[in-house]
């Protein structure tokens, strides 16, 4: 399929990462207008909410549950 993100290639440490939470809907491409993730920088409290509710989700968890 190739890499999801200019930043991220093939041969960068963080691709298999990133091309499976593509893969299982945690990151989406298009929620990154210049399709670069910036591995390498912190992520913000709402980038790391999201990518719990995703994995919440994506597991079959809901609220309380």
């Known amino acids: 399929a190739g890499p999801h993100f200019l930043d991220v290639l093939e041969d960068h440490w963080f691709y298999p990462w990133a091309d499976r939470a ?3 809907g945690l990151l989406t491409p298009a929620a990154y207008p210049e399709r670069k993730l910036r591995p390498e920088e912190p992520i913000t ?3 790391a909410a ?3 509710v995703r994995r919440q989700l994506h597991c079959g968890l809901s609220r309380g549950g």
């Open 45 to 47: 409290r709402a980038e």
């Open 22 to 24: 593509v893969a299982e």
């Open 50 to 52: 999201l990518a719990v």
